[in-house]
């Protein structure tokens, strides 16, 4: 069974500066990885996933992980961050063979003008 | 565009009445999901179906039943729902294949008093 650690619970950050998230995983097989977004009072919306091919996954809106086979991470990056970024940002992993997710316990991203 | 819909955004009940939570997805999705989400612990997943009439238990199922008659239509019951079970439940639907991404409801906030 794989599980997911999300190495920072809340990560304040003010606006136009970058910002990483950091998301390791364990599993003893191959893994599609997962980026969700929760902005306030809704659902979570898909940022990115890395299923094969390029261990770089960028997304429409400036945000970008990277898959690191060996340290068995998949930490998100945004190069300069908005008021609109402020959301719940969790990373999830599944197995090849499944189409259950396993979440982390989410980072909570505050952005400051 | 997908839509994952909740019957509530909210709702607040009694210990020991039974609840029902109803989900609908509009995608033809095979895979259907029940989510609560709880601060510090991300999402963890109660119960899932694969197909109309299937289900399968998640990481956390005591307290619960599901029930899935069409399938676009997923059902989360709680017998009798107690305070524990005061949390945002969340909805999601996907395709069968691993892989695919899981499209998520508003969610339900319920409070059990």
């Known amino acids: 069974a794989q599980s997911v650690t999300q190495l920072d619970s809340q990560v304040p950050v003010f606006e136009e500066a970058p910002v990483e998230l950091r998301c390791n995983y364990s599993s003893s097989v191959s893994v599609y990885l997962f980026w969700y977004v929760q902005y306030p009072n809704q659902g979570l919306q898909l940022l990115l996933k890395y299923l094969s091919g390029s261990t770089l996954v960028e997304s429409i809106n400036g945000f970008e992980a990277e898959f690191n086979k060996s340290q068995t991470s998949f930490h998100l990056r945004k190069p300069s961050v908005h008021i609109s970024d402020t959301a719940e940002y969790f990373c999830?992993?599944?197995?090849?063979?499944?189409?259950?997710?396993?979440f982390g316990a989410g980072t909570t991203v505050t952005v400051r003008a | 565009d997908v839509k994952v819909t909740q019957s509530s955004r909210y709702l607040v009940k009694r210990t020991g009445e039974k609840v029902f939570l109803e989900c609908v997805q509009d995608?033809?999705?095979?895979?259907m999901f029940w989510y609560r989400q709880d601060p510090g612990l991300g999402l963890r997943l109660i119960y899932f179906?694969?197909?109309?009439?299937?289900?399968e238990k998640g990481d956390i199922p005591e307290g619960y039943s599901v029930s899935r008659e069409k399938k676009e239509r997923f059902s989360l019951i709680l017998e009798s729902a107690s305070t524990n079970q005061t949390s945002m439940y969340l909805c999601?639907?996907?395709?069968?294949?691993?892989?695919?991404?899981?499209?998520f409801g508003p969610g339900t906030r319920l409070t059990v008093l």
């Open positions: 999830a992993v599944s197995e090849l063979r499944d189409y259950k997710l396993s």
């Open positions: 995608m033809d999705h095979e895979n």
């Open positions: 179906s694969y197909d109309v009439k299937m289900k």
């Open positions: 999601a639907s996907s395709f069968l294949a691993g892989g695919h991404t899981q499209y």
